[in-house]
């Protein structure tokens, strides 16, 4: 081999946060120290959805799937003794990205940093939260505003700074195709883009600048020869979309740069050390070809469907990357696929069936049209169903759950209760009483921060306006305004929104001919609809609390109606009252609640309690989501029917459980018929 300079490496992080600001600051300044190069914030569900701790919403979900972030007082704490101007970051955060940023923002300005030298992210993407993720506040119009006051604001004040991350990684976890991960990430950053051009606050000669900091987060699967080529694909629509829509010319400013989190959908409870080459497989995708490197990785752990990872589990997948990095010559060659025909024609295809999809949003109206029309997520949820089938049939393999099943004892979770990490129930308690002192106290030394009031009501008239937000959100952070606040102020103008489903349109995607495993489940449901003398069994599936994953509760709530159920499935972000009321509304034969971010234990014990103090304690209640095997153990004692975790993969199965459960609840004989 000719002597050459080595690549320099990817930036090498860690998604990481949790419990406290003062706890994943320890966390942060450890992983720095192991020889992690950037760091990646994950934020709790009320920071993200723009609740205060002590939200009704928020109970259960404080510090959880991520850090608690309230006010200035807790972005000094999370990144204390961190040196930002030396720092790049990654904020995982979208509906209520200016705030976070604002937060940063004023914790450098105290920190003596010059703004214009912070270095990081905010994933900023709204699009895909109504479609997948869930962590949406407000409606689809301001909402891109926001985004757009926050790009313009930080092309001019924070050069280095890329203000959105296109995020077509949570749409594969919804079940997206590469093509529709391509089509709707790049439909997103077209509507986002045009809206910044449309706005007049950038002058069109530093439109480049714009382009220029856009960034993208995708997801890259195990079929890792497809994720490779998907990754040329978008970088091929990028530049074409740059250069003839926008007339970008400097091809520097056209360069599609992006990072990436390996798929997180793909790994199995069932024999989770299987992960691991799952997870290295998936990084490969995006770091062998040279021309279509991913700027940032961040790899999960192999436990994360079992559970929260530990310190330990998050080494081992920084370690995995600093190995192939740093042992393995991947850096010495030049792009290693460039004049392969195979690679080629692959790329080829998905450019040109992408565009195609594409064009079909762009003659809806473009992205945002399409989020509110519903297309976006009944073609998701359809896709989700299609991939859900092609596993219960065993078309699509699985090593572990529907292939090679059989195992030898696992010492990695041999004690399962200490394989991953837990967050003290006490967290919640402590970070609540920190937030009220941090009301009362506030305005008082050492900090002196001025009434927020006055901060509050300049973000209201300036949102009833057409101005920028991101000053007057500035104000409201040096104010010690709290995030409920600064998002409350917000929703009294802009309102919120509930997103489209995506359950009612989506195709079924099981055939019921007589004798296969649905036609059997529907017969159970009709026989015991007409035992019950009802019409039809109603199941309600609810979704408490803020976690915004839907897509297991959407492919159940598809299924059951599939197999004969009528479906009372209201979306996400309910209290456990809520949910009571609309079963009792709905007069629904049981409950299905789907809880993935680890809130199950406050809240579905809530939803008993209540179901019992209506009068209707014999309402079977299921539970699903990532429960480790203890807490299935409490839920059960409560009260709870049946509880279903990420290894139970049948879906018709399930159906036929819940079933079950109806007969068992009413009193009824089971039925001789296999479910």
């Not at 081992?316 to 792009?335: N, P």
């Not at 109606?561 to 009321?581: K, N, S």
Request: net charge negative.
């Amino acid at each position: 081999m000719t002597e050459r300079q080595k690549d320099r490496p990817w930036l090498m992080r860690t998604y990481a946060g949790h419990s406290t600001a003062e706890a994943s600051n320890e966390l942060y300044r450890r992983n720095l120290a192991k020889g992690q190069t950037g760091l990646s914030v994950a934020f709790d569900l009320p920071t993200q959805t723009g609740y205060d701790p002590d939200h009704i919403l928020a109970r259960g979900e404080v510090g959880r799937v991520g850090v608690p972030v309230s006010h200035v007082g807790d972005m000094r704490r999370l990144f204390q003794d961190i040196p930002l101007d030396q720092m790049n970051t990654s904020m995982t955060i979208n509906a209520t990205a200016m705030w976070l940023l604002a937060l940063y923002q004023v914790v450098a300005e105290e920190q003596g940093v010059d703004i214009t030298q912070l270095q990081g992210t905010t994933q900023n993407d709204i699009v895909k939260e109504y479609l997948s993720r869930g962590t949406h506040v407000f409606p689809p119009v301001p909402s891109l505003r926001l985004t757009t006051d926050m790009i313009t604001y930080t092309v001019a004040h924070i050069p280095k700074w890329n203000p959105i991350n296109i995020c077509s990684y949570h749409l594969q976890e919804a079940g997206a195709t590469p093509v529709q991960e391509i089509a709707y990430a790049m439909s997103t950053a077209v509507a986002v883009l045009d809206a910044v051009r449309d706005s007049g606050q950038v002058p069109e000669e530093k439109f480049g600048d714009v382009v220029a900091r856009i960034s993208f987060f995708v997801n890259a699967g195990v079929r890792f020869v497809e994720e490779m080529c998907k990754m040329r694909a978008f970088g091929r629509i990028w530049d074409r979309i740059t250069r003839e829509r926008y007339g970008i010319t400097d091809p520097k400013q056209r360069r599609f740069r992006y990072g990436v989190q390996v798929n997180s959908l793909g790994l199995t409870e069932a024999q989770p050390e299987n992960n691991v080459q799952r997870i290295v497989l998936e990084m490969l995708a995006v770091t062998l070809s040279k021309d279509a490197r991913a700027r940032a990785v961040q790899l999960p752990a192999w436990n994360e469907a079992l559970g929260l990872p530990r310190p330990w589990d998050q080494q081992w997948s920084l370690r995995i990357q600093q190995v192939l990095a740093l042992e393995s010559d991947l850096l010495e060659y030049e792009d290693i696929f460039e004049g392969s025909h195979v690679i080629e024609a692959k790329v080829e295809s998905l450019v040109e069936e992408s565009l195609a999809e594409m064009d079909r949003i762009e003659q809806m109206g473009g992205a945002m049209a399409a989020v509110e029309s519903g297309y976006l997520k009944s073609q998701l949820v359809s896709s989700h169903a299609e991939r859900r089938a092609r596993i219960e049939s065993g078309e699509e393999k699985i090593v572990g759950v529907n292939a090679y099943e059989s195992t030898e004892p696992n010492p990695l979770t041999a004690d399962l209760d200490t394989a991953i990490m837990t967050v003290d129930p006490a967290v919640e308690n402590r970070v609540v009483n920190a937030l009220k002192h941090w009301r009362d106290t506030r305005y008082q030394p050492p900090f002196n921060h001025p009434r927020p009031c006055k901060a509050l009501e300049k973000l209201k008239e300036v949102a009833a306006g057409t101005g920028n937000l991101m000053e007057a959100t500035l104000e409201c952070a040096r104010a010690g305004v709290t995030t409920g606040e600064w998002s409350g102020a917000l929703r009294e103008v802009f309102g919120e929104f509930r997103a489209p489903t995506g359950v009612s349109s989506a195709p079924v995607t099981v055939t019921a001919e007589a004798g296969t495993p649905l036609a059997l489940v529907r017969d159970k449901v009709a026989k015991t609809a007409a035992d019950l003398g009802t019409g039809k069994l109603r199941f309600l599936v609810g979704k408490p609390g803020l976690d915004g994953h839907s897509n297991g509760a959407e492919q159940i709530a598809v299924r059951a109606r599939d197999a004969g159920f009528e479906v009372v499935y209201q979306g996400i972000r309910l209290t456990p009252e809520e949910i009571v009321a609309a079963a009792l509304a709905e007069d629904v034969h049981a409950v299905g609640l789907s809880i993935l971010s680890g809130s199950h234990a406050q809240l579905v014990p809530d939803v008993l309690v209540r179901l019992r103090d209506a009068g209707a304690p014999d309402i079977p209640v299921i539970a699903g989501g990532i429960i480790p095997n203890s807490d299935a153990e409490d839920l059960k004692a409560a009260g709870v029917a049946a509880v279903f975790t990420p290894k139970d993969f049948g879906i018709t199965e399930i159906i036929g459980r819940i079933v079950d459960e109806i007969r068992k609840a009413n009193k009824l004989d089971p039925l001789e018929v296999p479910a």
